[in-house]
């Protein structure tokens, strides 16, 4: 049974670009949340995505966004890249109402130059 | 959605020693989950307490849930250098809520 699948493991930006991360859910799940973590941080949360809407956010800029496709999928898009969102990209699953857990992917680092 | 708190920041033990980290949390809760996270790594699920639940097991893995206290206690026995992790508690408190993560204790165990 494959867990959170996240793509691609490792990339490297310049300023001012804009990336697309991706992320397959664990079989069975239907919500997808997006963290960020820097170095020696705790987990940051970027949004929720459930039902292909965004249901919660966290406090982010405009500048990330994200989509949930009906396979469930999903990507986080970053534009206008600044240095400070170097950080390791999280990806968790769960079902439903996601009282029963998450299910994490082993992230995308992005470092951005 | 609630961001648990976890003390110590750190924590330092010999291998074969109990280790103990804390949690707290401001409002009332369904469950409180714990997760490990090993260095550069995703997150792991370890355990699940409810609301309803005072303790729980699980392996070398004991949590405890104090609901009048807003506290919640992982409890690892017989520590082993594998154990070396980040460790976070995140409280769920409704349905539709994301999960908040705090700055974690990070414990180290030297063989």
């Known amino acids: 049974d494959a867990g959170v699948t996240q793509s691609p493991t490792h990339l490297i930006k310049t300023r001012g670009q804009q990336v697309t991360l991706r992320c397959s859910p664990k079989s069975g799940h239907d919500t997808v949340s997006w963290y960020q973590q820097a170095l020696g941080q705790g987990p940051q949360f970027i949004f929720q995505y459930y039902e292909e809407e965004e249901r919660q956010r966290g406090n982010f800029p405009d500048r990330f966004s994200g989509h949930q496709f009906p396979n469930y999928s999903s990507e986080l898009n970053v534009n206008a890249l600044l240095l400070g969102d170097s950080a390791l990209y999280l990806c968790?699953?769960?079902?439903?109402?996601?009282?029963?857990?998450?299910?994490f992917g082993s992230g995308t680092r992005l470092t951005v130059v | 959605s609630q961001q648990g708190e976890e003390d110590p920041q750190a924590l330092s033990i010999q291998e074969g020693e109990n280790a103990t980290m804390n949690c707290s949390y401001k409002?009332?809760?369904?469950?409180l989950q714990w997760y490990r996270q090993n260095s550069g790594r995703g997150l792991v699920h370890l355990i699940l307490?409810?609301?309803?639940?005072r303790e729980k097991h699980s392996g070398r893995l004991r949590v405890t849930l104090d609901t009048s206290k807003k506290s919640s206690s992982l409890l690892i026995t017989a520590s082993r250098a594998a154990d070396t992790a980040s460790y976070f508690c995140?409280?769920?408190?409704?349905?539709?809520?994301?999960?908040?993560f705090g700055k974690g204790t990070t414990l180290s165990v030297s063989s």
């Open positions: 995140a409280p769920y408190s409704q349905a539709g809520t994301a999960l908040i």
């Open positions: 409002t009332s809760i369904n469950n």
């Open positions: 307490i409810r609301s309803n639940e």
């Open positions: 968790a699953s769960s079902l439903g109402q996601g009282a029963g857990g998450y299910t």
